[in-house]
């Protein structure tokens, strides 16, 4: 069984940072694509970032040059680092596992003010 648990999220200022983990147990990061989307309040869940298991990314262009997702494959556990945040990013964050199976974190939440 697979499970994902996302940690990390918080409240910071505009211009802060933070750095979201995704700890997986029953799919092993370097195998699998991992995703980090996002909900924010009354839109749809979006793609923010994914990783595959060839470690090629993909960002939102939203977040580019600003999010940097990456893995621990020791741990196995993926990150999304994030910088210059801005109030738009604020959100529930998620973590996904999978491409035709998919998985997915309770989420945790990030907000940012201005």
């Known amino acids: 069984q697979v499970q994902l648990v996302e940690s990390g999220g918080g409240s910071v200022q505009a211009g802060g940072s933070l750095r979201l983990s995704c700890a997986a147990s029953g799919a092993t990061v370097s195998l699998n694509r991992f995703g980090w989307y996002r909900q924010a309040s009354g839109k749809q869940r979006e793609l923010v970032a994914a990783i595959s298991g060839r470690a090629n990314t993909d960002y939102a262009d939203s977040v580019k040059g600003r999010f940097t997702i990456s893995r621990d494959n020791a741990e196995n556990v993926v990150y999304l680092q994030m910088n210059s945040l801005e109030p738009e990013d604020t959100a529930v964050y998620y973590c996904?596992?999978?491409?035709?199976?998919?998985?997915w974190g309770q989420g945790t939440q990030v907000t940012v003010s201005s």
């Open positions: 996904k596992a999978g491409s035709n199976r998919v998985y």
